[in-house]
């Protein structure tokens, strides 16, 4: 049972516009999620969090809103540029337990 | 400079034969995981530990093994009762109090794959 959904497996976006990536849960235990980047052949990057306690957190050119109601997160990348072009990853953690859940995650493509 | 080491890049296999996967950290980090990434799925959990000396199966533990012996180390064995070992392997650390500003922090990855 896949308790993080990405259902979108890939997303093309053309550079400098708003890139979306959108991510469910079901577990209503989660309270922190966060967003990872990955590049082929290495490691996944941490992007940004967010606890339940909020709606939204900013960092730079990238947002995340959490909509606890519809059990739903998304990132904004806000101008996208050809660097951010990676599989992004959502994730989620219960408590203050370390374990993360993730996602099947997005390939985001940003062209020129 | 700080960060999680996973060795080899690389790795091959013969059927029936064990393998060991190192991963070291230098960030102090008390908690460290093994997850594993095939086509198209999300990662993994194969085997986590909190503390040395302790840890706890993930969600898909079997047919391997781990050790956490010192602090810094956290081993995994592929053993020959995996079916299916060919993956990316990825090795995290992280605190063990879970606050927002500090997350699992991520190796290079190990590539295993069978003869």
């Known amino acids: 049972d896949q308790q993080v959904k990405q259902n979108s497996p890939s997303l093309s976006v053309q550079e400098g516009r708003i890139s979306i990536l959108n991510c469910d849960y079901t577990n209503s235990m989660f ?3 966060l967003w990872y980047k990955k590049y082929p052949a290495e490691g996944p990057t941490f992007l940004i969090s967010i606890s ?3 709606d939204k957190n900013e960092d730079g050119r990238f947002t995340v809103f959490l909509n ?3 059990k739903h997160l998304s990132l904004h990348i806000v101008p996208s540029q050809p660097g951010d072009s990676a599989v992004y990853f959502c994730a ?9 859940t993730f996602g099947t995650g997005t390939r985001l493509q940003v062209t020129l | 400079d700080g960060g999680i080491t996973q060795s080899p890049k690389y790795l091959f296999r013969k059927e029936g034969q064990n393998v060991t996967l190192s991963c070291e950290q230098n960030l102090n980090h008390d908690a460290m995981y093994w997850y594993r990434q095939d086509p198209g799925q999300g990662l993994r959990l194969i085997y986590y530990s909190q503390i040395v000396n302790d840890f706890q199966k993930g969600d898909i533990a079997e047919g ?3 050790s956490r012996e010192k602090k810094e180390s956290f081993p995994l064995t592929v053993t020959s009762a995996q079916k299916n070992p060919t993956a990316f392997y990825l090795c995290a650390s992280s605190t063990v109090q879970f606050f927002s500003n500090q997350p699992q922090h991520f190796g290079d990855g190990t590539r295993l794959s069978i003869l």
């Open chain 1, 68 to 70: 606890k109601s519809a």
């Open chain 2, 64 to 66: 391997y093994s781990v």
């Open chain 1, 92 to 100: 989620a953690a219960t408590g203050t337990a370390s374990k993360l």
């Open chain 1, 31 to 33: 309270d922190y999620f």
């Open chain 1, 52 to 54: 339940s306690i909020k």
